[in-house]
């Protein structure tokens, strides 16, 4: 049996073949993503292929630099070619939750500026009904204890989020606020309710973001196309 990490690298390096030469490339961030950055920064040192990255965190943006790439920002691209980005749970519609590690609001801004996107992930983020990992929500650090109140009385069980004993923040300097919703009967509702609330920055709903995830299984890398 193949561990976790040997699928997320699976995963990773056969995403890593859809990087072309000259491409412009959203990277995006987590533990699977990592093993993406490897895969490419071995193809630059190898094959000579060049591209330009637009990272999805500061994090991102440090280790791709370390292995030879070209990272510029959002704003300093004309347009991106491709975004591969990891996912926390996908569904078989392809939705996804994303913002485990508290970037989805880059993730999201990026994902929404490229012509197509991919997202990589090991067999075990693939669910029937997208809920059981808590829902990424970034919210403004100020008044937010009151939206968490407004989220507690509306049943979705927020948690704001920790790091070594201290809220966490985000690149934005913003708070993360997990819901802790089980099952998500409705997730369109729901993404448009969140948007329409007052000090919500961006919610981790990602739908009908991408046709394309590259799975990590027991058996080798799958792609799953919509």
């Known amino acids: 049996m ?24 959203g990277l995006g961030t987590g533990s699977t993503v990592r093993y993406l950055l490897d895969a490419l920064g071995e193809r630059i040192k190898k094959d000579g292929v060049h591209f ?17 790439m070209e990272i510029k920002s959002l704003d300093d691209v004309d347009t991106i070619d491709i975004t591969i980005d990891g996912a926390d749970e996908v569904d078989p519609q ?18 929404t ?9 090991d067999e075990s983020k693939v669910v029937d009904q997208l809920g059981k990992f808590p829902l990424p929500v ?12 407004r989220l507690a009385d509306l049943g979705y069980k927020p ?4 790091k070594d004993g ?15 919703l089980g099952k998500i009967a409705a997730p369109y509702d729901l ?12 919610h981790g709903l990602f739908l009908d973001m991408t046709k394309t995830v590259v799975i990590g299984t027991q058996d080798g890398a799958v792609v799953k196309t919509k």
């Open 166 to 180: 201290k809220v966490f923040h985000t690149d934005e300097g913003n708070i993360i606020v997990d819901l802790h």
């Open 159 to 162: 948690e704001v989020r920790q």
């Open 2 to 25: 193949k561990t976790q990490d040997e699928l997320k690298k699976i995963a990773g390096y056969k995403a890593a073949e859809l990087v072309e030469d000259g491409m412009t490339v």
């Open 94 to 111: 392809i939705n996804g939750i994303k913002g485990g590690g508290g970037a989805q609001t880059w993730e999201k801004l990026v994902a």
């Open 138 to 149: 970034e919210v403004l650090a100020y008044g937010h204890h009151q939206l968490v109140k």
């Open 52 to 68: 330009t990255g637009v990272p999805t965190s500061n994090r991102t943006a440090e280790y791709g630099r370390k292995l030879g």
């Open 113 to 121: 500026n490229s012509k197509q996107c991919a997202w990589i992930v």
């Open 191 to 202: 993404a448009d309710e969140l948007s329409n609330m007052t000090g919500v920055v961006e």
